[in-house]
């Protein structure tokens, strides 16, 4: 990488090698412009490599793929581009420290071994993903003793290095990782107490549930939390509780559980420091900032996609996001270098969600774009028939019936070509709404 | 065993119905599908579920002290902890690629193991940063 240096100027610079970072750089090296991915690890692939379990890439190759398998597809498509004379160029073991708007530039500031090195770029797309919840982020008393894990480190622990992080568990939280990673135990011999969840639903998706625990006949306590954990040195035990309506612990019904190992599956934060210091500010119901359908921020040439944008449960949906915001940061960065870039924003306009709808991307429409918008969503509670209605200035442009919504399932709709149109013609404001139907 | 109630997801084909499967001591019905197939897959759900046995294997190969595998098709799910054990005593000496058969017919039943990543000595897939 010795031609990359702080006076050379890349089309357009995809931070993380993951599975949105490389369909991003993908996309770039297929618009023809040159394209240099950034990843602080030895390989790409990401969360991926961990993730050994399969059903990945169901909706991308129409196969149940492990995670290590959808990215070698990844990386394989990557390579094979690259022989082709694609642009695409990657640099692992670089880690991004900052970056900053340059006149009509990005400059980015790499640490590598080397120290630190500077690279400016038309385009960045970040798709640094996202990071785990700890037990600092939740309410929990007691001592902090060896033996309190993230799912995600103890699926790095188990599947990467080989090291069994405890052998009795109980898990908090029942997100997907979580569900994995009490079935990965018990595959590899351990003890799984169960999974204590303090809302009254699952968190992870019903057939994780199924799978991983009803498969393994591990309890899943519902309306329950962990309130304390024993140990002085090393967990001991942990005493759970059920909860009440609002939430809070009954003590009466306290109960203690030896166990050695907590591990906490409580959600998934995108992951978006470096912008955020950039005064970028971040949509409270997704954790990324705002941006329109080509994932562009705000902030013009800055692009959001996979987990970083929004915590999607798909690979595939983060794979079709980088992908968009590829295909848009090679348009940036080609119509910068000819003159004074219009940014997407000149024609962008809010959306404004209401109903039951608990967050979505995007949150701003670029009018000026031909092809109709695909909407990601999650609704706040479970709905057996709903319906989605789209309209602008109080005209209504699109009433579809959706069946069976439930939070834990990022819901994907595609715009129709002639509500798309409506939209655009009409005036004032845009509103996506999602109401139950039929009082489900 | 008496009376339970089993709710899945029928995974034959893109429609994916949700079946609700009833088992009455030897007795099971199936509903919610709309096709035959979907009553078979009910039924093999309650009686002999299948999955992919995903794990990992020891290797010394350094760098990389584990290898991703899975089993080539479905297996049994009450077969998985045998499975398993017999899997504990495999170790991958040789850089082996993503797809390649890691073990043949464990436990004698058939199941063939390969791997799912690219198993190489350490050191980045790429150029590295400078
Ligand atoms: C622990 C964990 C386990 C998961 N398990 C599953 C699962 O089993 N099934 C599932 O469908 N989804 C799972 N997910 C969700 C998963 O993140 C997505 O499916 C998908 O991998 C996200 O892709 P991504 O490219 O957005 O992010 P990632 O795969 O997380 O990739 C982000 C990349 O960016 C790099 N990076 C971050 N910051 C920087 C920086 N400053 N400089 C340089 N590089 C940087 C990281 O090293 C990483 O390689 C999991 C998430 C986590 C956190
Ligand atoms: S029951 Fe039949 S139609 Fe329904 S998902 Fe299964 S195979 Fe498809």
Redesign the interface.
Known sequence: MSDVCGDELVDVVVVGGGPAGVSAALAVGDAGAEVLIIEREDRLGGVLKQCIHDGFGVLQYGERLTGPEYAHRHVAALKCRQTQGGQIRVMTGAYLHSLRRDGTRWSIDLITSQGIQSIGTAAVVMATGCRERTDRQIYLHGDRPAGIFTAGQAQRLINIDGVMPGRNVVVLGSGDIGLIMARRFVLEGARVQGVYEIQSTVSGLARNVAQCLEDWNIPLHLGTTVTEVHGRNRVEAVTVCPVDGSGLPDHNAAERIPCDTLILSVGLIPENDIIADLGLPLDSSTGGPAVTQDRETQLPGLYVCGNALTVYDLVDYVSECGQAAGTAATRGATTARSAAAPSAHASAGPVETSGDIGQMVPQLLDLAADQPPVFFFRVKRAMDKATLTISRGGVQVESRRLTYLRPPEMIRYELRERAWAALRRNPGPISVAVEAADGS | MAHRS????CIICPRGC?LEIIVDDDHITVSGNECPKGEDYGIEEATA?R??L???V?TTVAGM??L?V?SVGDVL?ME?DRL?REIDSIVVTQPVR?GDLVAADLCGIGVNLIA???LRPA????????
Do not use: A, N
């Open positions: 089993i709710q899945r997801t949700s579920p999955r992919i995903t794990t990992t020891q002290p584990r991703p899975r799910l998985m398993m993503c799912t990543d690219d050191g980045p897939d790429t150029e590295r940063g400078q």
